[in-house]
Structure formats: structure tokens, C-alpha cells
């Protein structure tokens, strides 16, 4: 159950940082308004992760290789959110319970590589931006002094 959760948190923690990169690395303006600042976080919820996948084919070359995991990535997340327990996964019963345990073993590592990318995306772009680190969005800090660091 424990990984059931950690692979939930990982899943929104994703959308949110491709969200966020959305909105701060992957746009035509320079500088954020006051009130693009306030949403950063909030605009996620009213977006699906397949539209977030969209914008970000729109807005930027995605190469090739990190599509596809995107694509994977989408795919294996509907399963986790829609479709768990249809696909043969059981919590108490071989071989269902191995299989979802290695599914969700799978789930959580993709999810922190992709948090890892989304992060260094932001990194590159507040550091090329020449912002200090105290006038980074509330929202960017946290992801810097997020739960996922190794």
C-alpha cells in the first residue's frame, strides 16, 4: 500500500513540475506577470497530464527518445489512475500482488526521473534567467527543497 501512495504522490508531482516548466522554461515571454506568478500550481488541476503533454509538443522540439517515455509514461499513469485492478494486479494474492509491486517499483522510478528532468529544466532556465534564488517563484523554490532529492 505504501508504494501505491508513493506512486500516486510521484504521478501529481510530475504533472505539476511539467506544468510549472510550462509556464516559466517553455514560453515566449521573459518575464512572468504578477498574476501568472500567483496561478503557477493552481493550473495544473484543470489541465489533464495527455493536454500538458500537447503544449509541451507545442511549444518545443521533444526529442524522439523522451517522447516516447512521455507517451509511456502517460499511458502507464491511466492504467495506475483508471484501470489498476483490471489489469490482473492484486494487494494479497501471487502472482497479481508481484506484479503490481514490480508495476509500482516502475511507476515510482519513472516518476523521480521525470521530476529530475522537469527540475533541471527549471534550474537552467531561473539560473539563465539571472533571478537570485530569494526572487525565484514561491512555487520553483519548493521544487528545489522538494521531497525527491537525492
Do not use: Y
Request: aromatic share 6%; glycine share 6%.
Amino acid at each position: 500500500m505504501q508504494n501505491i501512495g508513493a506512486a500516486l504522490l510521484g504521478i501529481q508531482l510530475v504533472e505539476h513540475h511539467l506544468d510549472v516548466c510550462l509556464h516559466l522554461a517553455f514560453r515566449d515571454k521573459d518575464h512572468l506577470s504578477a498574476q501568472e506568478i500567483e496561478n503557477l500550481g493552481r493550473l495544473e488541476r484543470h489541465e489533464t497530464l495527455r493536454n500538458l503533454l500537447k503544449q509541451l509538443r507545442a511549444r518545443t522540439t521533444v526529442p524522439t527518445q523522451l517522447d516516447l517515455v512521455l507517451s509511456k509514461f502517460l499511458d502507464e499513469r491511466n492504467k495506475f489512475v483508471h484501470r489498476l485492478f483490471e489489469t490482473g494486479f492484486h494487494l494479497d494474492e501471487d502472482p497479481g500482488a508481484a506484479c503490481l509491486g514490480q508495476f509500482l517499483e516502475e511507476m515510482i522510478k519513472e516518476t523521480r526521473r521525470l521530476i529530475e528532468l522537469f527540475t533541471a529544466v527549471l534550474d537552467h532556465k531561473m539560473v539563465r534567467s539571472g533571478a537570485p534564488l530569494e526572487q525565484w517563484p514561491p512555487d520553483v523554490k519548493w521544487l528545489f527543497d522538494g521531497p525527491i532529492r537525492d
